[in-house]
């Protein structure tokens, strides 16, 4: 029997040791499922409810195995599904292969069926290699560059394949003119920057006496070099969400995340400090990082398109983290610490850092009181708060987008070989579940973790827990938590439409209903329970992570808890508060529960009157 272009592309994918393809299927890759029907289902096929699932399925896979996220869909309306998935993967800079089928070539043009211009439309996502396949010759370099492509500058590749070439018999390329033969695999290689751009950067660097650390998903493999230039800078570290996981939330002087979802002392670093070193981040929200003109920078990126971005950097670094930094580390000069003294030992414990750690410490103190204020009926901080001391130490966490990344951000301590990721730059919502679905792909013997509001549990997690119930059973440790923060409101936007807008909550397009996620969960043979008291909160917990399958948590949290910065300026506060006065609906307790978080960061253990923030600069 002869090999048919699909029987190709499959055997291609082994070869470059795909072993997942997360699909849906239909008639224009009908000729792909045959072939994976003689192939043995090898590479597996993950069949989803919706190919924008498939995608983010891709993307949770990539994101925590390091690996290329391989997805395929049919012409048409399966293509455009994908793209909500592909973009978060390009938004986020992961590496993701999309398959997709288009209509027989001879229909093409003529407004047939589900004939969609695929090459247009995946122009921007899929840009920096897009190829449709019309004869079998293009095998398999067209299938390699998109492989290598993905790779070589973690973004999303596609190739279509009408659905009459997937049945032609397969014929590689000859040794002709205009025939591109082609290889597999990508070599390893580390950029690194030249040694004059290394040593102006570390001018800039040891010139500093206040030194802040930005850190992204770029930095998570440099690890030990960061730790080493922050204390020899006498530096504190803060990390871009992406870059959560990069950097132990234990040490006393990370800041914990930065930004609208960030922490006071990251806030306060960044606001205080004279010299800037960014580590593979690309973090977006300028108004978080120095005045412009206050602090010397210093930019450290793989990807020469994203360097000089956000801030005005007198050094950009074009490199890998870690080679970049061994090459930096041995230019630098302990910190000075106090001025009298020059000793590592001062460096380390000098008074720029040693605000750093107070602040971060008091941090701490301020999120355990506000996890643990009165709610009606739980306090959606304490939910979050007691997994920390819970989360296994090979935990793999994912968040959705909404007042639960709030949490995640901010409450959650995580070390060692925890790994945890969100929709970072897309901030879509709806990828937590299938993000750890694809994580238990990559890593079956791990436990997972989705944090999800009832907003993206409504909109995409309940059809994907079928997905779950359909796979689990292939997982070496059966354990997938799906949290739910059931307050019965798309609660981030309402907050953000009384801070920003001082429009109060509107109910038609805010207010959710309620549904018996666990009661669902148990329909399909997972496991499940409502909690509605906060008595009942860790040991939900601990019956979740410590069960036989799939579990789902149905917390009843509070929808007045406010997910507003604790850094929230004056304006926003202001804003808040007309929204109060113009007749919001859960005005009442939006006021108590707003006051009894603030007064956590008024109790005993505040910094002294001189050492506050201006009142806009204050919560």
Same mark, same amino acid.
């Given at each position: 029997?002869?090999?048919?272009?699909?029987?190709?592309?499959?055997?291609?994918?082994?070869?470059?040791? *795909?072993? %997942?393809?997360?699909?849906?299927?239909?008639?224009?890759?009908?000729? $792909?499922?045959?072939?994976?029907?003689?192939?043995?289902?090898?590479?597996?096929?993950?069949?989803?409810? %919706?190919?924008?699932?498939?995608?983010?399925?891709?993307?949770?896979?990539?994101?925590?195995?390091?690996?290329?996220?391989?997805?395929?869909?049919?012409?048409?309306?399966?293509?455009?599904?994908?793209?909500?998935?592909?973009?978060?993967?390009?938004?986020?800079?992961?590496?993701? *292969?999309?398959?997709?089928?288009?209509?027989?070539?001879?229909?093409?043009?003529?407004?047939?069926?589900?004939?969609?211009?695929?090459?247009? $439309?995946?122009?921007?996502?899929?840009?920096?290699?897009?190829?449709?396949?019309?004869?079998?010759?293009?095998?398999?370099?067209?299938?390699?560059?998109?492989?290598?492509?993905?790779?070589?500058?973690?973004?999303?590749?596609?190739?279509?394949?009408?659905?009459?070439?997937?049945?032609?018999?397969?014929?590689?390329?000859? %040794?002709?003119?205009?025939?591109?033969?082609?290889?597999?695999?990508?070599?390893?290689?580390?950029?690194?920057?030249?040694?004059?751009?290394?040593?102006?950067?570390?001018?800039?660097?040891?010139?500093?006496?206040?030194?802040?650390?930005?850190?992204?998903?770029?930095?998570?493999?440099?690890?030990?070099?960061?730790?080493?230039?922050?204390?020899?800078?006498?530096?504190?570290?803060?990390?871009?969400?992406?870059?959560?996981?990069?950097?132990?939330?234990?040490?006393?002087?990370?800041?914990?995340?930065?930004?609208?979802?960030?922490?006071?002392?990251?806030?306060?670093?960044?606001?205080?400090?004279?010299?800037?070193?960014?580590?593979?981040?690309?973090?977006?929200?300028?108004?978080?990082?120095?005045?412009?003109?206050?602090?010397?920078?210093?930019?450290?990126?793989?990807?020469? %398109?994203?360097?000089?971005?956000?801030?005005?950097?007198?050094?950009? $670094?074009?490199?890998?983290?870690?080679?970049?930094?061994?090459?930096?580390?041995?230019?630098?000069?302990?910190?000075?610490?106090?001025?009298?003294?020059?000793?590592?030992?001062?460096?380390?414990?000098?008074?720029?850092?040693?605000?750093?750690?107070?602040?971060?410490?008091?941090?701490?103190?301020?999120?355990?009181?506000?996890?643990?204020?009165?709610?009606?009926?739980?306090?959606?901080?304490?939910?979050?708060?007691?997994?920390?001391?819970?989360?296994?130490?090979?935990?793999?966490?994912?968040?959705?987008?909404?007042?639960?990344?709030?949490?995640?951000?901010?409450?959650?301590?995580?070390?060692?070989?925890?790994?945890?990721?969100?929709?970072?730059? $897309?901030?879509?919502?709806?990828?937590? *579940?299938?993000?750890?679905?694809?994580?238990?792909?990559?890593?079956?013997?791990?436990?997972?973790?989705? /944090?999800?509001?009832?907003?993206?549990?409504?909109?995409?997690? /309940?059809?994907?827990?079928?997905?779950?119930?359909?796979?689990?059973?292939?997982?070496?440790?059966?354990?997938?938590?799906?949290?739910?923060?059931?307050?019965?409101?798309?609660?981030?936007?309402?907050?953000?439409?009384?801070?920003?807008?001082?429009?109060?909550?509107?109910?038609?397009?805010?207010?959710?209903?309620?549904?018996?996620?666990?009661?669902?969960?148990?329909?399909?043979?997972?496991?499940?329970?409502?909690?509605?008291?906060?008595?009942?909160?860790?040991?939900?917990?601990?019956?979740?992570?410590?069960?036989?399958?799939?579990?789902?948590?149905?917390?009843?949290?509070?929808?007045?808890?406010?997910?507003?910065?604790?850094?929230?300026?004056?304006?926003?506060?202001?804003?808040?508060?007309?929204?109060?006065?113009?007749?919001?609906?859960?005005?009442?307790?939006?006021?108590?529960?707003?006051?009894?978080?603030?007064?956590?960061?008024?109790?005993?253990?505040?910094?002294?009157?001189?050492?506050?923030?201006?009142?806009?600069?204050?919560?």
């Amino acid at each position: 029997m002869s090999m048919k272009v699909s029987d190709h592309i499959l055997e291609r994918l082994r070869a470059w040791e *795909v072993e %997942h393809v997360f699909a849906y299927p239909g008639d224009g890759i009908n000729g $792909l499922l045959a072939a994976w029907g003689r192939a043995d289902n090898k590479p597996q096929f993950i069949q989803s409810r %919706h190919e924008e699932m498939s995608a983010f399925e891709a993307v949770g896979y990539a994101k925590f195995s390091g690996k290329v996220g391989v997805c395929a869909a049919t012409s048409g309306p399966g293509a455009i599904h994908l793209l909500n998935g592909l973009y978060d993967a390009k938004l986020d800079h992961v590496p993701v *292969v999309a398959i997709v089928g288009q209509t027989n070539r001879s229909a093409m043009g003529g407004s047939y069926q589900q004939e969609v211009d695929l090459l247009s $439309l995946y122009k921007d996502v899929a840009s920096d290699f897009c190829e449709m396949v019309t004869v079998p010759e293009q095998l398999p370099n067209v299938l390699d560059r998109a492989m290598r492509t993905a790779i070589a500058r973690r973004s999303v590749t596609a190739v279509i394949i009408p659905a009459d070439v997937q049945e032609l018999d397969y014929s590689a390329p000859d %040794h002709a003119f205009k025939m591109v033969p082609s290889s597999l695999g990508m070599a390893q290689y580390a950029t690194v920057p030249s040694d004059p751009d290394v040593e102006r950067a570390a001018e800039v660097l040891n010139a500093g006496e206040k030194v802040a650390i930005l850190i992204g998903q770029g930095a998570r493999g440099a690890r030990q070099e960061v730790m080493e230039i922050a204390d020899l800078l006498g530096a504190g570290v803060a990390k871009a969400l992406l870059g959560k996981d990069a950097l132990d939330d234990d040490l006393p002087y990370v800041t914990g995340s930065i930004g609208l979802l960030g922490t006071r002392p990251s806030y306060e670093m960044m606001r205080d400090c004279d010299t800037l070193l960014v580590i593979g981040s690309s973090f977006p929200y300028t108004q978080f990082l120095p005045e412009f003109g206050q602090a010397r920078a210093v930019q450290i990126d793989i990807d020469p %398109h994203m360097v000089g971005l956000r801030y005005p950097f007198e050094v950009n $670094l074009v490199g890998d983290a870690r080679e970049t930094l061994r090459r930096l580390l041995p230019h630098l000069r302990p910190a000075k610490g106090d001025k009298e003294s020059k000793s590592t030992k001062d460096a380390k414990d000098g008074s720029w850092r040693k605000q750093i750690e107070k602040n971060t410490a008091r941090w701490w103190k301020v999120m355990q009181r506000r996890a643990t204020v009165d709610a009606d009926p739980i306090n959606p901080e304490y939910v979050t708060h007691a997994l920390n001391d819970l989360l296994p130490e090979d935990v793999i966490l994912a968040a959705d987008s909404g007042s639960a990344a709030n949490w995640y951000a901010r409450h959650l301590r995580l070390r060692g070989a925890m790994r945890g990721s969100l929709s970072g730059t $897309l901030a879509t919502m709806g990828p937590g *579940v299938p993000y750890v679905i694809g994580a238990k792909f990559a890593h079956g013997d791990r436990p997972a973790i989705a /944090l999800v509001g009832d907003g993206a549990m409504q909109m995409n997690g /309940l059809a994907e827990l079928i997905t779950i119930a359909k796979y689990w059973k292939q997982w070496a440790d059966p354990r997938l938590v799906v949290a739910v923060f059931n307050n019965q409101d798309l609660n981030q936007v309402t907050w953000e439409m009384r801070a920003m807008s001082g429009a109060p909550q509107f109910l038609p397009s805010q207010e959710l209903p309620d549904v018996a996620y666990a009661e669902f969960a148990r329909s399909l043979g997972l496991d499940g329970m409502r909690v509605e008291k906060p008595d009942a909160v860790q040991g939900a917990w601990q019956a979740a992570l410590t069960a036989d399958r799939p579990f789902v948590l149905d917390f009843r949290t509070d929808p007045a808890v406010p997910p507003i910065p604790p850094h929230a300026s004056l304006d926003q506060i202001e804003a808040a508060a007309a929204s109060v006065l113009k007749g919001d609906s859960d005005r009442a307790a939006m006021v108590r529960q707003g006051f009894k978080a603030k007064v956590q960061d008024m109790l005993p253990g505040r910094r002294h009157r001189e050492d506050r923030p201006s009142a806009g600069e204050e919560t």
